[in-house]
């Protein structure tokens, strides 16, 4: 019973250690053996089944389907938020789709078993291609059907900042190739050594010095690059945090609570000595939308401002003929000048319904909690402050988890990233603290500071290497509070870019050439060689 159900046990077990690499438990260090049971599972169970192929697929996709049902869990909110039963079902109903990322990697690591352990060139090449692999589905899970490439392996590592220095040069995939690298190595080394006191034949171990040497190689470029920041100048900012609840934001009952909570927020920062140069409000923040002359918020914010030199950053709603959108607007001159920038990247089953018409029936019961869909915008724009002091980026919510889209500002010239968002769909659950951690790589991978104004949490400042020196929380660490982030950021006055920001996802674009040829070996050796996976030899 025991040999049957160890290699599934296994595969729950990798799933449940992914889980704890990210928040709320935030135990990094599990990363680098968190994948260790899937792969002694892949590798050692199996071998008397016709088609093991099928069996390591099945291996990996329950490990995904434990490891994403457990960091999506959060989705479940929306079923406290609406009362809606089936809503808690959700984080299982994605994991669904996302596992097969898993499986995939799982049966390509089946192909990769080395006949021998002892070999140091052939255990680097597995590492190699096994963490070449995983970085193409991370890479895949990140665009295709518009995306959703939260949790990555190497987010997991958001704390350890001097490791993940080297997101400037291959993004945050960078970080997920040396996890499961070292994972792979985790695993061929011990059978290395008992391969070797069992035949009495000691060799170099080129494969765990090298990574070793890697390792420590990585930490002292992050320590050294950390020691060497831009010139920079000073902006002072104010975020205010309304913790709107959601159910309320857009009823008409409500209007005058928000508007006079705001206002108290807000005079509380523009009354300071001096006064902030930018004052922002998170995703959404107005019942209406700020750029229509006839409406209350338009009005408001005009009244709000007055004579104030300070710009107001704020997310809103626009609309015109072209559609309806989720939009950031900068305010500047008491009112008198506002630029607009489109959220481009729009949540599917949050700001539209994929398929709505092609699908009715669906799109009916879906239409229950998005009963219109937002247009996307159609390219970046960059806000300039009244004080010349910053060019600003405005990602709206889980824009400033997309590496790709964040690199196309700074390439017109951004050189702050602000971004405003409204977790308040998820409560009090661990998805804005996992939000925060996805979106910290955007100022590695292109060496920009970010400011976040969330409407419930997180709202911090993060700088250009990654570390989160403000937060806003209160008497008890807790961040879901009402209030606002005042303090000085430093903008980085060059307009060097990092290798990330010029050549974008090159990384994880030769990682998936690399797997390419992999399977076309592996395609290869099925149809003239054995036609499965490698059986264990003596030297296993």
């Known amino acids: 019973m025991l040999k049957k159900s160890w290699p599934w046990a296994a595969s729950v077990i990798s799933g449940l250690l992914g889980v704890l690499c990210f928040p709320p438990f935030d135990q990094s260090w599990i990363g680098w053996i968190a994948l260790t049971p899937l792969i002694l ?5 199996g071998h008397t089944s016709r088609r093991r192929w099928l069996r390591n697929l099945l291996l990996g996709y329950l490990a995904g389907i434990v490891f994403f049902t457990g960091t999506f869990s959060w989705l479940g909110a929306l079923g406290d938020l609406y009362q809606n039963v089936f809503l808690h079902a959700l984080p299982f109903l994605l994991s669904i789709y996302l596992a097969m990322y898993f499986a995939f990697w799982a049966w390509v690591v089946g192909f990769l078993k080395p006949a021998t352990f002892t070999a140091s060139w052939r255990n680097l090449l597995v590492a190699f291609t096994a963490a070449s692999v995983w970085v193409t589905q991370e890479w895949i899970r990140g665009w295709l059907f518009s995306g959703f490439g939260w949790n990555g392996l190497g987010v997991a590592l958001h704390q350890t900042w001097p490791l993940i220095q080297i997101s400037e040069f291959t993004g945050i995939v960078g970080l997920s190739f040396t996890l499961v690298f070292v994972n792979i190595v985790a695993v061929t080394t011990p059978f290395r050594l008992f391969a070797e006191a069992r035949t009495h034949r000691m060799r170099p171990h ?80 107005t019942p209406d939308p700020v750029r229509d002359a006839h409406s209350d918020s338009y009005r408001f914010v005009r009244q709000l401002l007055g ?8 997310g809103t709603l626009d609309f015109d003929e072209g559609g309806d959108f989720n939009a950031a607007i900068l305010v500047s001159n008491g009112g008198e000048q506002m630029q607009a920038y489109r959220k481009i990247h729009l949540v599917p089953f949050g700001e539209y319904i994929p398929l709505r018409k092609s699908f ?181």
């Open 41 to 45: 599972a892949v590798w050692f169970s």
């Open 206 to 285: 080129f494969d765990l010095t090298l990574t070793m040497i890697g390792m420590v190689g990585l930490f002292a470029f992050g320590l050294h690059r950390g020691q060497n920041p831009a010139p920079a100048k000073s902006l002072r900012v104010a975020a205010v945090q309304a913790s709107i609840p959601q159910v309320e934001k857009f009823d008409p009952q409500f209007t005058r609570e928000i508007f006079d909570r705001l206002t108290r927020l807000s005079d509380m920062a523009l009354r300071a000595n001096p006064p902030p140069d930018l004052l922002i409000w998170p995703e959404s923040s």
């Open 307 to 314: 004579s104030s030199k300070t710009d107001l950053l704020l």
């Open 360 to 540: 009715p029936l669906f799109a009916a019961i879906a239409g229950t909690w998005v009963p219109g869909d937002f247009t996307a915008g159609e390219k970046p724009a960059v806000f300039d402050l009244t004080n010349n002091a910053a060019r600003v980026a405005p990602l709206i919510c889980f824009e400033d988890t997309v590496g790709d889209l964040a690199r196309r500002f700074v390439l017109k010239g951004a050189n702050l990233f602000v971004d405003v968002t409204n977790d308040g769909w998820f409560l009090e659950s661990s998805g804005s603290k996992q939000h925060v951690a996805n979106a910290i790589f955007r100022c590695v991978e292109n060496r920009r500071p970010m400011v976040r104004a969330a409407n419930t949490g997180v709202t911090c400042f993060v700088n250009e290497f990654g570390r989160v020196t403000q937060v806003l929380q209160d008497d008890t660490g807790n961040t879901f509070t009402e209030g606002v982030l005042t303090g000085e950021v430093s903008v980085p006055q060059d307009a060097q870019m990092t290798f990330y920001t010029r050549h974008g996802e090159w990384f994880a674009e030769c990682c998936a050439g690399i797997t390419g040829v992999a399977m076309v070996l592996i395609f290869a050796r099925r149809k003239f060689g054995r036609g499965g996976s490698p059986e264990p030899t003596a030297g296993d």
